[in-house]
């Protein structure tokens, strides 16, 4: 704490958390990458069974990054808190943001199962 009664993170601490954070966005931009090329490897299959676990697997590689990038940026806004209740108001912000998020996209995948599974069990012409 500084004289003032504010709690202060000293330069150092936040030095090795900003090159953690560098290392984590760097990690996740590498393996985002490789679930993409994973991803995109589904379109050389042309059945509707492939086709419904390529849209459900894109889906969800892209919830997954929006997750990671919000969990990124929150991180990102912690480091630059000034005080205890700045750091508990982002938190507040980014809980709420997230439980939004979450159920949108548990239904998006929900309507993306769903549109597989029909368009698996349709008989073919």
Do not use: W
Not at 22 to 40: I, M, N, P, V, W
Not at 74 to 96: F, G, N, P, T
């Amino acid at each position: 704490m500084d004289q003032s009664g504010k709690f202060e993170v000293p330069n150092d601490v936040r030095n090795m958390a900003q090159a953690s954070f560098d290392q984590a966005r760097k990690a996740f931009e590498g393996l985002l990458s490789a679930a993409q090329r994973a991803a995109s490897s589904f379109e050389d299959q042309g059945a509707a069974a492939r086709a419904g676990a390529k849209d459900v697997a894109s889906k969800a590689i892209g919830f997954a990054e929006a997750n990671v990038r919000a969990s990124l940026d929150y991180a990102e806004k912690l480091m630059k808190a000034k005080d205890m209740a700045d750091v508990m108001r982002l938190h507040s912000e980014y809980v709420q943001a997230q439980m939004r998020t979450l159920a949108d996209q548990a239904g998006e995948i929900g309507q993306v199962m769903t549109r597989a599974a029909a368009d698996a069990t349709k008989p073919k012409p």
